[in-house]
């Protein structure tokens, strides 16, 4: 009855909520790079494809991590048995400039395929226009059923991420591929491949004027800003922002896949912009492993990464809405972690330690080093997970805003002409459905 009076559903949704997803009965292997093989049932695109295999821990939102840029060249195994049980949502927003204009984390499923134990055939959710495997069919990533991903998760905290082969139709029954056929992702700069190529503003109206260098961002990452009234300028992940750095109020530097070694011009630069520029700074994921590049700490790989939403974070000092003491449950998905050195570069402090393992989640700039810059290695967006640490958004802005209020009595004004978007490629409609296309 409750239900019934609460959730109405959209007519168009109405008709397609629990229709059966179009499972096929193509057979479908997963080969790891060490050896074994797990066969079961092609749910998705009838390819075979290469990636590398991960496991997330994630309970729900299987729609936003799968649209996630930073899950690029990977095989997602999701350790939740029943996954799509809710389908999948029509994935367009609004067109307008306060947002980009999907309802998930990009237009595109990102990862390389999925793998799950029992992929529901039926779905049913109010917003829900279609089912898993037909969304995985539509976008020619392959996707397979009926393994045992508790044997594989195991494997996986076993031996480490592992390079695996996804063979379906014919192709699975082949033998597997030889070790040096197996494709690895980490060789190549994925950043490039998901980052915008040319700049865009989202909100040109907020009050505060934030750049965000765009390593592969999620969707929420931006709307986060935007809905805290920040203009946000999205710029590509190896923009020389120090050519632009004093018509904005703060820096942004998102999430983003693969090896972070691969953006090492970006933290040489942002390094120059941390000696020349006193604004806020903040970085999530990619973003917070570049900053500690730029302080000059040591990114390394993790033999599994953190994947789910599980994680809890020990907050080691306070700022903003963070208090020192509290530990924080957080969303995460990375494979590459910072150092954690003993003494911390000068000027530097652990902010964040993750509970179960003890690496680096956050670090951040001294009290008396004069400035507030802060990354963090999960996802205080959430878009899926919790949002115990969202606030942290609130902060960033509110921190551009008393940066800029102070300095306003010894700055000159600026002339409104002095936006560099003026110089910018600048299409009267924002590309924000080709950004992560
Ligand atoms: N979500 C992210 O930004 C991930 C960062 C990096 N690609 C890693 O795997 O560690």
Redesign the pocket.
Known sequence: MLGRQFIRMPRFARGLATQAGPITNLPATLHLKTGQSFHGRSFGAPKSIFGETVFSTSITSYTESMT?P?YRGQILVFTTPLIGNYGVPLNKAPFDNQDVGVVLESQNIQCAAVIVGDVAEKFSHYTAVESLASWCQRHGVPAITGVDTRAITRLLRDQGTTLGRVAVGSDASLPAPEAQEFWDPSTEN??DQVSTKVPYQLNPGGSIKIAVLD??A?ANILRSLVRRDAAVTVLPWNYDFNAVSDQYDGLFL???????GHCMEAALKLRRTLQEWDKPVFG??????IIGMAAGLE?YR?TF?NRGHNQPVLALASAGSIKAGRVYVTS??????LKLEDPFPQGWEPFFINCNDSSVEGIKSTADSGRKVWGV?F?PESAGGPLDTIEMFTDFVLECKAHKLQTASFTPQKSVDSSPVDTFVKPTVMPRIAVHA
Do not use: E, R, W
């Open positions: 996630d930073s994925l950043v390593f592969g999620k998102t999430n983003g896949p693969g090896d972070p999530i994921c990619m973003g917070h492993q990114a993790m990464g995460q998905n990375h494979q590459y972690a290695q996802h």
